[in-house]
Structures are given as C-alpha cells and as structure tokens.
C-alpha cells in the first residue's frame, strides 16, 4: 500500500511545482515545460544511440532477411530462425519514410482522458500513435479522438475478444474499421504464444484486404529499449506499452505531447476517482508493469521540456 501512495504523494508535490510555470494555456492543463535546447537532445541522443528505433523499431523485409535468428525478448532462450514464409509476412519498405514528424500524440488508455475534450487536440498532430486498440466510438471521439497513424496490439486482446483468430474472424476486421490505413504494431516475438496469433492477425487482415497494415516490432529494439529504461533506474518487469510508444514517438518526432498517462485513482486536478482506462476499470497487471515508476519517469522529461504531458480538460 505504502509504495503506491508515496508514488502519488512524490507525483503530487512534482505536479504542483511545475504548474506555476505553465506556459501555453491555448493546449489547457499542460505542466511547465522549458525551451532548453540542452535538456531536449540528451535523452533523445541517447535513445538513438542505444535503441536505434528509425531503423530497428520495426521489422522489415530489409532490416530482417531470411535466415535471421530472432531472439524473444520476453523469452531469452526462445529464437526462431527466419524462413520464407514468416519473411512473406514482414512490411515492404520501411514504416517511418526517412523523416522526423513535427508533432506526435501518444495517447494513452488512462480514465484521466474520459470527459477531457482532448479529442480536437490529439486529432490535430501530425501523427497519432494509441495503445492496444482501444475503442473510438462515437461516444469517445469528443475526448479521445478519432485520428490513428499507429495503433498496437497485444496478442491477449486478440485472444480474448477473437478467440485467438482461430474461428470466424470478420468481426476482427471490421473492429479495426475506426483505425483507417493505419499501421498495426503486433509484438509477434515477444512470446513464443504470440507468433501464431499475430501472424493469424496479419493473414486475416490480408484475406480481407483489410487497409490496415500489420507490422511486428523487432525483439531487439524492445531488448535494448529496456535496458535504457534500466539504465535510467527504471526497474520493471516490463515496460507498458504506452512507454515503448513514447520512446519511439522521442525518435520521430520533434515534439512529443502525451494524453491519457495517469496511473493513479484519482484526478490530480478535481480529486475525483477515475476508471483505470477511459473506456472500462480493467486493472492494470501491477505484476509486471510499474506504471506509476514509468510516470514519474515520463514526469521529469515533462519538466525537462522533452516532451509535454496534457493532463485534465482541453479548451
Ligand atoms: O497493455 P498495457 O497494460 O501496457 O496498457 P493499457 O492499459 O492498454 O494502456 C496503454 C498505456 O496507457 C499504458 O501502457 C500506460 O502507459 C498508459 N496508462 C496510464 O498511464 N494510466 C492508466 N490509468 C492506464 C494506462
């Protein structure tokens, strides 16, 4: 009990300080940010220099070629060696085309984003990056938006909500309808139980000539993005899916905004409780993710200007 409510308590007092200095109130609640250039290039540098995530975030039929031995990342001992066949499945030409965006959404699944009016916001990057396909409805949009460049996809939701893609599987397709000719980031090497569901993913999508793009990320780049995070005292069993995105989104991206990050039960602004997701109250599993480490992390970038954390209403 004591470990999270400290959390939030070190959270609070780091929230509280860097409001004072807001410095752009067209974006509403966005904390303190500073212009310094210096602060802006390290972590980045630093990320680039260890993950390589242009190049390697992704597989690709150019970064991967056949008789390639993978390595799981979730998995040390599990490999596979790259045959013809699983090389058919990876993308043709590279997903980032050689260009940095200006700016980039990551939106995360918190319930700090239900009632939020942030949708017009995250509609307006350039890129917009969500987690685990999350639901866009009609009801949603107003808070959440609508626009997708990237969504991920974790193989429990294909196999709780698809039934693994073993049976009928138009109701996947139509399902990823909201996400337009977006790319959809399978984590198929992560576990060994991912690689059939998300290489079932990608043959569905093809069958239904779906516009949706499948893509897997590398093993490799997840490895070396965690031991980054190590590096910088983050210790977990394994990071979220919403700070590998950011990670990424520092790599592309000129400016990176975050909405939907706040992994704690209460709204630091209106104190009231929130769901864990804007969507439903499905716990996080605190067995393997230290979310509330993760953002006290993404916390300080904030405060060092290297990226913009959008917490509470938009205007
Ligand atoms: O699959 P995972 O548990 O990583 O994520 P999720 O619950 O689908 O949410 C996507 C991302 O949003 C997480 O990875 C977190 O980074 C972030 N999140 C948050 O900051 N606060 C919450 N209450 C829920 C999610």
Redesign the pocket.
Known sequence: ILKPLLSLMITILLLVIPLRHETEPHFGYILCCTESSDYLWVPRSQLSAKCHGLEKATITQANTPVGTKLVYDGEKKRTLQVNPEIFSTFFKGHPFPNKTWHTCVVV?????LANSSCGKMIDSAEFVIR??L?PLSNEYEKHVGINTDLVTA?PSILMEKFGALMGRRRKFVESLRSYGDSLLLLPAFSFGHNTPVSLRAFYTLEDFKSPVRPIFFNPGYLHNLALFWRSQGLRTIRL????IM?SLALELCDNVQLY?????DFHPYSFQT?T??YYDD?K??TKF?A?PD??NHLLRLHSQGVLKLHLGHCK
């Open positions: 995360g699944n918190g319930g700090i987690c685990n999350p974790n979220s899916t919403g700070i950011t939907g990050f706040w992994p704690f929130l864990n997701h499905r996080t599993k993710h979310m993760e953002f």
